[in-house]
């Protein structure tokens, strides 16, 4: 009796490891299904249309005064850490590129009006003797820019 209550339970127990044995090798078959969801897929991206006549470019434009008098072109933007247009940088004097030098002006100084051809130009609302007396814009320095009304805003560190 002994020798066969032995018996039975070594049966059990190998039928018991040959069940374990076989849930294992299959769920290494059969990964069970994953309980996180795909990510949702992201949201398309927004199109805004622009009419030709509504809106163009500025770099390369040319820049005049009030009083029609050449003030060098665009050669750059300045924006802030937010993204938010600061100034322009202007090719200022100069003949064909000999003698020039790069000035800032506040992006609020300059008036678009009309500029649906390359050919038209931006106003700038100073005088050519305020833009020849700025100081020279040189990268990686404090960036002086001109105002045309005393209305520009220091830059704030954030």
């Avoid at 938010?84 to 992006?107: E, H, M, Q, Y």
């Amino acid at each position: 009796m002994r020798v066969r209550g032995w018996f039975i339970l070594a049966i059990v127990l190998a039928v018991a490891g040959a069940a374990a044995w076989g849930a294992e090798n299959d769920s290494q078959k059969n990964p069970p299904a994953a309980t996180t969801q795909e990510p949702a897929p992201p949201p398309p991206p927004s199109v805004t249309i622009i009419e030709p006549r509504e809106a163009h470019g500025v770099l390369g434009r040319d820049v005049r005064s009030p009083a029609n008098e050449d003030m060098g072109h665009i050669v750059d933007v300045i924006v802030d850490r937010s993204g938010t247009v600061r100034a322009a940088v202007i090719d200022f004097g100069g003949f064909l590129g000999v003698g020039s030098r790069k000035i800032v002006v506040d992006w609020n100084a300059l008036h678009f009006g009309r500029i649906a051809d390359k050919r038209d130009s931006i106003t700038l609302e100073l005088t050519k003797a305020q833009v020849a007396a700025a100081p020279e814009y040189k990268e990686d320095a404090s960036i002086v820019v001109l105002g045309a009304s005393g209305s520009l805003q220091p830059l704030e560190d954030r």
